[in-house]
């Protein structure tokens, strides 16, 4: 059997990983880097099997600076004929500047305190969010390739347009670093007048300012390429805390109670992945002779909140019709069936046994 091949653009933490997980899965991957001394060290380290660019890889994944990425998609498109994707954490910048079928853009929500190759970590993918950004280009064939390769490394896909991506990224991770990054700063100005206060830190504030230690230099591209989103989101944040304030300014306990309280539910309702088959039944849905019918089906699961365990896609031996099998949480099976029927989807249900 061919060995399945694959190229990773730019190696630090998330392109590192994703080498060794492909690896893991039975690829050879060639890597490159904008720094030689970088490519030198994955080669050694067998996080890679060859430096440079592999014209017959069947994927490339483009992992350098988000500001880098649409040069670097441009590259694996012209360099290859295999599918390209990216992982850069603001979406709509590159997926607007890329106009070819074989390209999705991608981002997954997987990271590390540790940075560069000394953190690569071939199950960082593992239980991790991959959110799958396909524009009106995008074809069906590289959406279930790319799907399929994901899948596989174990992350849970999603799939979301482009600038609602940049918007929900904007409040649950841009907002939150940059959050933690002013908590953090209030804190060291406390603690140089109060030498004990951040010897007082306790499992809270250690939570909450978890992300301020990444890798600062990543957050300026990405500041700067989701501006608008974040900008938003602050605004959002100062005037919950604004609100926040006034509360405990004039001691409202009822309302001080009641926000408390439905912070504490909303927390615990955040949905988790299904684990246990007998939760689980198979939903197979024909996909129709139309462009980003696969994806529609995914981005469909994502708005209502509909966990997919696994899936694949199936071809018929006579076959150009494909049939998208998932395998979703039960008690979803009526509200996703509805969905996909109310746009002209043909869905089957059964039980997993």
């Not at 940059?178 to 109060?194: C, F, S």
């Amino acid at each position: 059997m061919a060995t399945r091949r694959a190229n990773v653009l730019g190696l630090g933490l998330i392109g590192g990983s994703l080498a060794l997980a492909l690896k893991k899965n039975g690829f050879s991957v060639s890597g490159s880097d904008a720094n030689s001394e970088t490519e030198k060290l994955a080669l050694e380290r067998e996080i890679i099997s060859a430096i440079g660019i592999d014209a017959d890889a069947e994927i490339s994944f483009v992992a350098t600076p988000v500001t880098a990425i649409p040069a670097q998609v441009q590259l694996a498109l012209k360099k290859t004929k295999g599918i390209v994707s990216d992982v850069g954490g603001v979406k709509a910048s590159v997926v607007e500047s890329i106009s070819d079928p074989r390209f999705v853009g991608g981002h997954p929500m997987a990271g590390s305190e540790l940075a560069g190759l000394d953190g690569a970590d071939e199950s960082l993918f593992e239980g991790a969010v991959w959110v799958l950004t396909p524009s009106a280009v995008s074809s069906d064939e590289t959406f279930e390739k790319l799907a399929k390769i994901i899948g596989s490394l174990g992350a849970e896909i999603v799939v979301l347009d482009a600038q609602r991506h940049d918007r929900l990224v904007a409040v649950v991770s841009h907002l939150p670093h940059l959050t933690a990054a002013t908590l953090m700063g209030l804190a060291q100005v406390t603690a140089e007048e109060h030498v004990a206060v951040l010897r007082l830190a306790a499992g809270g504030f250690r939570d909450m300012t978890r992300v301020a230690s990444g890798q600062p230099q990543i957050w300026i591209d990405i500041c700067r390429e989701n501006r608008s989103a974040i900008l938003d989101a602050l605004d959002g944040m100062i005037a919950g805390l604004s609100e926040m304030r006034k509360i405990v300014d004039q001691q409202s306990d009822k309302e001080l109670l009641a926000r408390l309280s439905a912070a504490r539910n909303a927390r615990a309702n955040l949905p988790g992945r299904v684990h246990e088959l007998m939760d689980v039944c198979e939903v197979r849905v024909p996909i129709p002779d139309r462009s980003g019918a696969a994806a529609e089906i995914f981005t469909l699961a994502a708005d209502l909140g509909v966990n997919i365990a696994n899936f694949e896609v199936s071809h018929s031996v006579e076959g150009d019709r494909g049939i998208l099998v998932l395998i979703i949480d039960k008690a979803s099976a009526e509200m996703f069936r509805g969905g996909l029927m109310a746009r002209k989807f043909r869905p089957s249900i059964q039980t997993v046994a």
